[in-house]
């Protein structure tokens, strides 16, 4: 299983907003994109689409910023996988509408692959942004815990 790269600037987001949400100020794109080396327009739409997404509330002008709408200890890895993820889709016979597999009458792959990914995500379900945060200021460009390691990928706009 690999995660867009969308996803794991998202979660990065996420985390950082969660690793900081007891501050005054709120967070800034502008700082978590110094922080992870990141392009600060792109994760202008990423978090843009958290915010429509309702993970993170943002307020502009000066003294603006981000936060999440709610408690880091109350947002799973797994729906925020699921949400921002565009595609489950691991193997061809998994999209019926563009299936050309010949032996998927007889193969049993599916089945397989599609019980690893409901496990995959149902792990992440038991790991919320208050698990990990403290991961995401000691090893900026990964989350690391022991249910969980994120590397980047192909960007998914």
């Known amino acids: 299983m690999r995660l ?7 979660l990065r987001v996420l985390m950082y907003c969660a690793e900081h949400q007891q501050r005054a100020q709120p967070v800034t794109i502008t700082e978590i994109a110094e922080s992870h080396g990141i392009s600060r327009s792109h994760l202008t739409k990423i978090v843009h689409d958290l915010a429509g997404r309702g993970w993170i509330e943002t307020t502009r002008g ?3 910023g981000m936060r999440l709408v709610k408690p ?3 947002i799973s890895l797994g729906a925020v996988v699921r949400d921002t993820e565009t595609d489950f889709t691991m193997v061809e016979c998994f999209d019926r509408a563009n299936n050309q597999c010949r032996v998927v009458q007889h193969c049993t792959l599916k089945s397989v692959l599609f019980r690893a990914t409901q496990n995959f995500l149902t792990e992440l379900d038991g790991v919320s942004l208050a ?3 403290a991961h995401a200021l000691q090893t900026p460009g990964t ?3 022991s249910v969980v390691r994120v590397v980047p ?5």
Do not use: K, L, M, N
């Open 143 to 145: 989350i690391t815990s």
């Open 4 to 10: 867009t790269q969308w996803t794991d600037y998202a």
């Open 72 to 74: 880091a200890s109350e």
């Open 62 to 64: 000066r003294g603006g």
């Open 131 to 133: 698990d990990v945060r």
């Open 153 to 157: 990928s192909r960007t998914t706009s």
